[in-house]
């Protein structure tokens, strides 16, 4: 396809085949049902000929998709992109500890833990725990002679609660996902979940809103890496960032010497999902410093933004799937640790807040950002004391980044998934515990 993509005239044609097997599985209080089960098998092609783009997709391949994707090609005519080296290389993920299991034992599985979560929570009253799988097996070919074979699998259990206690509604979730294998042989997760879900509803329950108002707080790993993802890490993606706040800002300097934020494709820990040693444009992954050292460095680019900018090509092309388009998308997106002790960085804060999970939130082009916290702390005197509930920040990402004033030397990294165009795919954020001024908001 891609031979006969040249003979038509395209100065550059690239094809993705998947075959993708899928597992999905939710169990209730009331049900537990197999939502997906099967094998999906198609490819995209993309031909750049007279200086636009043309694609076609199928589930069929034939030589008429070809003409298809040629046919489509129009536009202004003003693409240009980066071409590379030839490459020929297959890319297996290893599991430690493969599902050797059927839909109906996982099930079973998904069913025991749902049970034990009643059992050590009387106030619970909805449970959903859910069990995800996703075995890929990606071909890149282009007609710079390369061939890409990636094969892997990702595995998550992810569960949400209410509970009720008088007039009071708490609600928690956990989730674990990894490359490794089936999550509850490759972590101890049952016991993370029920301990890690018991202590945010008991805290949500007789915890307080916190006072409102520019408060220090130390955010916890999950919350800077949601923070380094969603309030930076989209700015710093190209396609935003030409016309955005960081477009202008390469080179200036937007935060302290010890603050640096990175986008990776490797396994930089065992729930860093957005693992990508090549990505959906067959380009080599490689790290990303969105910001260096407090200094704002590179963006994040596919092809034609590698060339438009004269950037180093940077691996961050991915699609969910052969029926999408590739677009500029993070993989794991995190903060670097500093030199500080996470009890060191709380002992400095005279009265302020713990925040360790997040729950929810929402970002602008503008740099503007609001999370909720799912789990919290107030600090009085460099003490951890009582919980909170109902508990939000917010505020502007350049002014913040400007307020860390210190980076603990504590590393962890969290499973999540990005929504963009649409389109949605496996990524991983965290970082250290930093201390920091922002904006915190409490709900009677």
Known sequence: MVKRAESLGATFADLRLYDVETLSILVTESQRQVSSLGREVGGSLRVLL???????????PSMDNVDLAVRSAFGDEKVNIVMLPPVKKSVEIKQEKPLNKSPLEVAQDMEKLKGEILSSEPRAKNVNVRFNMLKLHKEYY???????????????????????????????????????????????VNEMILNTLKRRISNQLRGKPPKGGEHEVILAPDVVGVFSHEALGHLAEADLAVNGILGNLRGKKIAQDYVTVVDSGRAVGPMAQGITEFDDEGIEARDVKIVDSGVVSEFLVDR???????????????????????????????????????????????????????LGGQTSPDGTFQFGIQEGYVIEDGE???????????????????????????????PGYCGKGGQSVPVGTGGPFIKVKVKVGGVE
């Open 384 to 414: 951890v004391t009582e919980p909170l509930r109902n508990t939000g920040i917010s505020g502007y990402t350049l002014e913040t980044l400007t307020k860390i004033t210190g980076v603990s030397k504590d590393f962890d990294m969290w």
């Open 50 to 60: 007279n200086g636009n783009w043309g694609y076609s997709h199928f589930t069929d």
């Open 304 to 358: 034609y933004y590698s060339a438009y900018l004269g950037q180093r090509p940077t691996g961050n092309g991915r699609a969910e799937d052969f029926r999408h388009p590739v677009l500029i998308r993070m993989r794991n997106t995190f903060m670097l640790p500093g030199d500080w002790g996470k009890d060191e960085l709380i002992r400095e804060v005279k009265h302020g807040y713990l925040l360790v999970s997040p």
């Open 142 to 188: 282009s007609n710079e002679d390369r061939e890409i074979v990636t094969d892997y699998s990702l595995m998550s259990v992810s569960v949400g609660v209410t509970a009720r206690e008088g007039d009071i509604i708490a609600s928690a979730r956990v989730s674990t996902s990894t490359f490794l294998g089936y999550p509850l042989e490759v972590f101890n």
